[in-house]
């Protein structure tokens, strides 16, 4: 990614916001990516397309938030058998909501992760999820 595109995001959002999209998994950000398309097609059947668009990044993480905290009580149950015990270790690790002020990352930092994301997962994949989020 060029520094000219990484400023145009960077100018265009909260830094919070880049900073907690940079702080995800690559499963946690496929499943904001899940959430986002079936709340696209649901609004495209219902015909109220612009009702998506109220569904920012804030707002789905604070979804896939509510959503794991659903999947920890359903998988409790499992901790009393042996051998289960990841399926909470991956429940506890997740990243969804836990953006405090005190975890944003400057904006060096920022151009750095959006620089090794796009290494990750290619240029074509990072400006898609970029603009599919609303950057």
Excluded: W
């Excluded at 959430?35 to 569904?55: P, S, T």
């Amino acid at each position: 990614m060029e520094v000219k595109e990484m400023n145009e995001i960077l100018s265009k959002n909260r830094v919070e916001d880049v900073s907690c999209l940079c702080s995800l998994s690559e499963s946690e950000v496929d499943m904001l990516i899940s959430l986002k398309l079936l709340i696209l097609q649901r609004a495209k059947v219902i015909g109220h397309e612009e009702l998506a668009n109220k569904f920012d990044l804030k707002t789905l993480r604070a979804l896939g938030f509510i959503l794991m905290e659903h999947l920890k009580e359903k998988v409790k149950d499992l901790s009393l058998f042996p051998g289960s015990a990841e399926p909470l270790a991956f429940v506890a690790g997740c990243n969804l909501l836990k953006c405090d002020n005190d975890d944003i990352l400057t904006v060096e930092k920022l151009k750095t992760c959006l620089h090794i994301d796009l290494k990750r997962y290619g240029k074509a994949a990072k400006v898609s999820l970029l603009l599919f989020f609303g950057f």
